[in-house]
């Protein structure tokens, strides 16, 4: 029992590290003009590499 419920706490803790750092991502995306689903991914699939990625991603010019 007790390595079920190891792996269970590593599964949540695995998925709350990627959830804050698609939250900083898509953060990120959003104040550059880009879509928060794509910092959200980038920051959840990939971590501090997908946040310092998205940093260093141009700003989107602005539609008119």
Not at 18 to 30: K, L
């Amino acid at each position: 029992f007790y390595i079920n419920n190891f792996k269970m706490q590593t599964v949540l803790v695995v998925f709350g590290i990627g959830f804050i750092f698609g939250a900083i991502g898509a953060y990120i995306a959003e104040k550059k003009g880009r879509s928060h689903y794509e910092g959200f991914f980038l920051g959840f699939l990939f971590g501090l590499l997908g946040v310092i990625a998205e940093i260093f991603l141009p700003k989107k010019p602005k539609e008119n």
